[in-house]
């Protein structure tokens, strides 16, 4: 069997990121207007301001407004609801990003719930994840929505497919889930609870791994032909000392058996950020009222 298609998140990241600016550019000169974004970040973890940076970055590459509201990590989550009421009222923005993870002591659940679901760029409100599971018009997470692009690019017509996600988290495993039972696939949830989860990947046409360790789907977990998504990002450090990032899939060996294989890094990962940037045109649109330009695309 030759080895499988390498599905290009850098290629369709950019793809969408010139569709997106083709919009901005529109809002601009017909309406006059321009869509702000805006992160909340608390703390000073590492990892959470390389996010946000870069986050940051598109923005203002592809034309929407960016702000950044920092506080400390020993903020109360009293001064971060205060901060967060600020950015709801504030009609600069159209989407407001809350960077998790949140400190010890702030109840991210409670700052989801505080947000305006209209501004929820992630698709984390209750709001939005009850329209998302009810199949009615929202702000799709943008991971999820990214793995969704994606897996179009390679197979537009997913009905009838069997579906496996490897992984249940509020961010990427269940709203996946939603995405792919509106595509009319048969979807199974893969969890550590799961019995034998290799033996019901290998009946799966699609397998997206979104699991959170290094290397765990070996090429016998996938069936000959299958479609993956590789969702995972880890770190991992050779006896020499040097480190490089894998995904969850074992990608050299699945290559070998898979159709289409996304790459760690360069396939989900740039998919992300260009969803953001979708996703707060499409919100600047609809609190508008103006045509959304993106729905019906996933």
């Avoid at 020993?74 to 950015?87: C, I, Y």
């Avoid at 479609?227 to 770190?235: A, K, L, Q, S, Y």
Wanted: net charge neutral.
């Amino acid at each position: 069997m030759a080895e499988a298609a390498l599905i290009d998140g850098k290629a369709l990241a950019s793809r969408v990121t010139q569709e997106v600016t083709a919009v901005l550019l529109r809002l601009r000169h017909q309406h006059g207007v321009t869509p702000g974004l805006a992160t909340l970040l608390i703390g000073d973890d590492p990892a959470s301001r390389v996010y946000v940076r870069s986050k940051m970055k598109a923005c203002a590459a592809a034309g929407i407004a960016a702000f950044e509201r920092t506080l400390p990590r020993d903020a109360s989550q009293h001064q971060v609801l205060d901060v967060l009421g600020e950015l709801n009222a504030d009609d600069r923005l159209d989407g407001i990003l809350v960077q998790l993870p949140l400190p010890a002591g702030v109840d991210s659940r409670v700052v989801i719930e505080a947000l305006d679901p209209a501004k929820d760029v992630d698709g984390f409100h209750p709001l939005n994840v009850g329209r998302l599971w009810s199949g009615q018009r929202t702000l799709i997470p943008c991971t999820p929505q990214g793995c969704m692009l994606l897996l179009r690019s390679v197979m537009p017509q997913a009905a009838g497919a069997r579906a496996i996600v490897l992984g249940r988290s509020q961010i990427v495993g269940r709203p996946l889930a939603a995405l792919l039972v509106q595509a009319d696939c048969t979807v199974t949830l893969v969890h550590s609870r799961t019995h034998d989860p290799a033996e019901i990947s290998r009946g799966a046409d699609i397998v997206i791994a979104a699991i959170g360790h290094p290397l765990v789907v070996t090429a016998d977990w996938i069936k000959p032909g299958a479609t993956v998504i590789d969702v995972g990002i880890n770190r991992v450090t050779a006896a020499d000392g040097t480190s490089r990032l894998v995904g969850d899939v074992d990608y050299e060996a699945v290559r070998r058996i898979a159709s289409a294989i996304t790459p760690v890094p360069g396939g989900v990962g740039p998919m992300t950020i260009a969803c953001l940037l979708r996703n707060t045109v499409l919100a600047a649109c609809r609190r508008r009222a103006l045509p959304a330009p993106f729905d019906g695309n996933l």
